[in-house]
């Protein structure tokens, strides 16, 4: 029998300013009307579940060491999801998820 180690999954949590960001991305590729953007959006959303099983695969914001992004899409299109990983609650703290090409954010950002 392998000695085998149990898999920490995390649980991804999605706060209220980045569920509205979501909703922003979806209508803002016109989601509602494209099947292509339909797919796209469900692949960022897959891309986001999928943290739970290894979240410090991305790297720290360029903004804080505190907070990971997840980059996701292709040039010009990619967003960034902030996020942050809780290790003693083994919870990702999805923040916001904005387009690659903003700015970079302030911290009053993720409120």
Not at 85 to 91: A, C, F, K, P, S
Request: hydrophobic share 35%.
């Amino acid at each position: 029998m392998l000695n085998s180690k149990p898999r920490m999954v995390y649980r991804v949590r999605i706060t209220t300013r980045a569920k509205r960001d979501l909703i922003g991305v979806y209508q803002e590729i016109g989601a509602q009307y494209s099947e292509a953007a339909r797919t796209w959006y469900r692949g960022l959303k897959v891309s986001i579940r999928s943290l739970r099983d290894n979240p410090y695969r991305c790297p720290a914001t360029p903004e804080s060491e505190d907070f990971r992004q997840l980059l996701y899409g292709n040039k010009p299109n990619i967003y960034r999801v902030i996020y942050r990983v809780v290790d003693t609650q083994r919870v990702v703290k999805i923040l916001h998820v904005r387009h690659g090409a903003r700015q970079q954010f302030r911290t009053a950002d993720l409120n």
